[in-house]
């Protein structure tokens, strides 16, 4: 009995990642909310992944408290240069000056999918941590990021080349186990901020890090494990509101 209730509950998870799949991709791309390529305040542009596309919630409380719309090119999936299932940062960002050049403030995030993605199918750069660990990341998982630093910095010294005056960059929040196995991502997330807050602090121009880890619970995220729901987003909302609206 207890071998058919392990073996119904590997089918059970195996359903449920299947399902989730594909309600999340269609027509080659994973699902995310509209562009928004030409605003009220199009001087003001988000870029990023699915925590800002997939709901496109955090974007909808910071237009209701500004009483503005702003430029949105975030798309699920995305990565910071590169990958498959989405325009990458970079891309996006190229594609926001092709819009219009004229850039004052940009509120993003990125990097997560480079190191989720890859964690969540073989994990080829050791970056789960499991439990006979101690807490310990592997030197592989930290090279991995330190590379992912390097192309932050050069992206936000791209930013700043081109005129952008503030880069708002939120970093990412403790993952939880639910269709996807992601609880074992705490050192990976904790090393990985630490690299996106020294990016902010190292490269050229204004850029301010935002740190989601103390305000985000497990309550906060859907059944994925991964994305926020409207109480998480509601509360990144009023993270970056604080910085963003002394600058508009």
Not at 19 to 44: E, K, P, T
Not at 131 to 154: H, Q
Not at 163 to 169: A, E, F, K, P
């Amino acid at each position: 009995m207890k071998h058919l209730f392990s073996k119904s509950g590997i089918l059970v998870r195996i359903f449920l990642v299947s399902f989730f799949a594909l309600n999340m991709i269609g027509c080659g791309y994973l699902i995310s909310v509209d562009l928004i390529r030409d605003a009220d305040n199009d001087q003001v542009v988000n870029l990023g992944d699915s925590i800002f596309a997939l709901s496109g919630e955090i974007q909808g409380f910071l237009h209701d408290y500004a009483g503005e719309t702003f430029r949105r090119y975030s798309v699920s999936g995305a990565e910071l240069t590169g990958g498959a299932l989405a325009p990458s940062i970079y891309s996006q960002y190229n594609t926001a000056r092709s819009d219009n050049p004229n850039i004052d403030i940009i509120f993003m995030d990125g990097g997560g999918n480079d190191i989720l993605l890859p964690a969540l199918a073989f994990d080829p750069y050791d970056c789960k941590t499991q439990w006979y660990e101690w807490g310990r990341l592997s030197g592989d998982c930290k090279d991995f990021i330190d590379d992912l630093y390097v192309d932050m910095v050069n992206l936000l010294n791209d930013m700043y080349a081109d005129g952008v005056d503030h880069v708002i960059y939120q970093g990412y929040y403790y993952t939880k186990n639910g269709v996807f196995l992601c609880d074992d991502l705490e050192e990976a997330i904790d090393y990985g901020d630490t690299k996106i807050a020294q990016a902010c602090q190292n490269a050229a121009g204004d850029n301010i890090f935002i740190d989601p880890r103390w305000v985000i619970k497990d309550r906060d995220i859907i059944i994925d494990g991964i994305h926020p729901a409207t109480s998480g987003s509601q509360k990144l909302a009023n993270l970056i509101w604080p910085v963003l609206a002394p600058l508009l």
